[in-house]
């Protein structure tokens, strides 16, 4: 099975998974789009309103902020892979719970980067960065870089913080601006220029 199908295939199970609390109140679930492999993902915390409404990521509120961000720092948001920890919205935007972030994250999300295999992986929020920065706390860490086995990951601030906490916004305004200069460390670090990096497919895989 090629990677595209085995992308879409996860995209179905995820559309009618039962296996945690979140699919009762859901409308719809969102497993996440972008090029079958690229260099860059982005990993939020869960679907918001209008993500449960139309299916997608980051569509929202947080997601017109996110296009913002990526325009200013120079990446288009066709080139990357961006996708949540939970791929249900949780009730009145709480929290997700441990067991859902580990059901969602062990039945999908860690299949999702072992196919999609970016080498630079952005984590939006603390949910995500717990991930792979176990105990860290996001206001020490965010806008570095570290290398994690095979790949990078950058800590970010979720852009929806900006929505709650205006303060906020120019910090991760500033965060976003340093990620071309950290995504040519790491692609100096892999071993890699901007011309010899992936060249990302342009289909996009979603459910539909």
């Known amino acids: 099975m090629s990677d595209e199908a085995q992308l879409e295939k996860l995209a179905r199970q995820i559309v009618v998974c039962t ?35 139309q299916g997608r990521p980051f569509v929202g509120a947080s997601g017109k902020f996110l296009d913002q961000l990526l325009g200013q720092a120079g990446v288009r948001r066709a080139d990357v892979w961006i996708t949540n920890i939970v791929k249900c919205r949780p009730p009145g935007n709480r929290d997700p719970l441990p067991n859902e972030v580990e059901i969602c994250t062990s039945n999908y999300l860690q299949h999702q980067i072992k196919i999609v295999n970016p080498s630079i992986i952005v984590t939006l ?29 950058i800590a970010m601030y979720h852009p929806a913080a900006a929505l709650h906490q205006i303060a906020l ?31 990302p497919k342009k289909k996009q895989t979603r459910s539909k």
């Open 169 to 199: 916004k120019s910090t991760i305004m500033a965060d976003f601006a340093k990620l071309p200069e950290l995504l040519r460390e790491a692609r100096a670090e892999l071993g890699k220029s901007t011309s010899e990096g992936k060249v």
């Open 125 to 153: 929020g603390r949910f995500s960065m717990n991930l792979f920065f176990k105990g860290a706390k996001i206001t020490q860490i965010h806008g570095q870089m570290r290398k994690v086995e095979d790949r990078f990951v």
């Open 19 to 53: 296996k945690c609390e979140l699919h009762r109140s859901r409308k719809n679930a969102v497993p996440g789009e972008g090029p079958t492999h690229t260099e860059i993902m982005f990993i939020g915390e869960g679907p918001g309103a209008r993500e449960d409404e």
